[in-house]
């Protein structure tokens, strides 16, 4: 059975849901096509580090919140999921660190009045939350990450870009039509920055040749906007990037569908790294 500080997470992420039925995971995903398990294991590399996550998506429906979801479910263990239903969260987080290391969740920027959306001066606060020991977690409507930047930057949110740049991991759906007319869901790029990983880089898919690819990207920009700058990886964090890809290749064996079933094999994945 899963510690109750799991049990809460699990109770957040499952509030994400829009769709009904199952939540799904990252081997849904795979399997589905929707990601690669280089990215997954990415991911959970910037995770481990301590990574926020922003996912984008311009159509309702393209999957920017199941990714979420199922990229949360990789999160280290005792990290608390903390859903911001009212701006006054952020204000409070901003106030005082919490005294165990927090992810807080907000289910859409955007200006509507529903359950764990936020808008306006509470999300240039919220993105403020990345300058301390916080994590943030959310998505909305945009395809590219200049569409991102420009939603997040420009009036009525006016981010500081600093504040953006300090987000890991970013990541952006897009649907296509299948060969035999059904609809693909795929992250079409994933943005992974430094100091989450060694060297930032971006997954791209190609339609052409039905893959994703790993590109490196400069750190340039990031750097200048106080993103921090690339660090020598020592022996133990080479060894734990390994570790991360053979576990999602484990995890794609186990049978595990569930978000619980899932947590369980991440969660034991980070005790067998412990001892």
Aim: hydrophobic letters at 40%; glycine letters at 8%; proline letters at 6%.
């Amino acid at each position: 059975m899963l510690p109750p500080i799991e049990r809460h997470n699990i109770r957040q992420l499952e509030e994400l849901n829009q769709r009904g039925g199952r939540m799904l995971t990252v081997v849904d995903l795979i399997e589905a096509g929707t990601i690669s398990p280089e990215m997954a294991a990415a991911v959970m590399e910037a995770l481990a580090r301590g990574a926020s996550i922003l996912t984008g998506a311009r159509p309702s429906g393209a999957g920017k919140t199941t990714v979420l979801a199922a990229f949360l479910n990789l999160l280290p263990p005792d990290v608390t999921i903390v859903t911001v239903d009212d701006p006054a969260v952020v204000g409070q987080a901003l106030a005082r660190p919490p005294e165990h290391p927090t992810c807080y969740l907000v289910h859409e920027i955007g200006a509507g009045h529903w359950y764990g959306y936020l808008w306006g001066q509470a999300v240039s606060d919220y993105l403020r939350l990345t300058r301390g020991p916080h994590r943030i977690a959310s998505c909305l409507h945009a395809d590219t990450l200049e569409e991102l930047t420009h939603i997040l930057t420009s009036p009525p949110l006016c981010v500081d870009p600093s504040d953006l740049h300090r987000v890991g991991i970013l990541g952006f759906m897009r649907m296509d039509a299948s060969a035999r007319g059904s609809i693909v869901r795929r992250l079409a790029t994933l943005h992974i920055r430094v100091p989450f990983v060694d060297r930032s880089c971006r997954f791209v898919f190609s339609r052409s040749s039905n893959s994703f690819s790993r590109e490196p990207l400069s750190d340039a920009g990031y750097q200048s906007l106080g993103g921090g700058s690339p660090t020598m990886a020592t022996s133990r964090e080479r060894t734990l990037k390994k570790a991360f890809l053979a576990f999602i290749e484990h995890l794609l064996g186990t049978g595990a569908r569930s978000l619980e079933e899932v947590r369980e094999e991440v969660l034991a994945f980070y005790k067998q790294q412990r001892e």
